[in-house]
């Protein structure tokens, strides 16, 4: 963990700045219906070119949250369907 300040407060920050990562994704396979789950690759590189490589993940139908997909007074809710990542592997490049 490392610390930095923020207007003079001091913040702690846990892992690496991912925000400031390359990353581009490919769904590597689902299932028959399409909706309950999917593995997927997630590929990153830092603006360097100093760290990189991949995730290989398996996501899966969590639960689903009711929203308003616009904005706007008086929009319909909708139910939307939520995912989680239930198996990951982290895979460094060579």
């Known amino acids: 963990m490392s610390q930095k300040r923020v207007n003079s407060i001091k913040v702690n920050t ?46 899966k139908l969590s639960h689903c949250v009711t929203t308003v997909i616009n904005s706007g007074k008086n929009q319909p809710t909708q139910q939307v369907k939520q995912y989680r990542v239930i198996q990951s592997n982290r895979i460094k490049a060579l």
């Open 14 to 59: 846990l892992g690496w700045n991912w925000f400031k990562f390359k990353k581009s994704g490919q769904l590597l396979a689902i299932d028959k219906d399409g909706e309950e789950w999917a593995d997927i690759r997630i590929n990153f590189m830092d603006a360097d070119n100093v760290t990189s490589g991949h995730y290989k993940a398996r996501v």
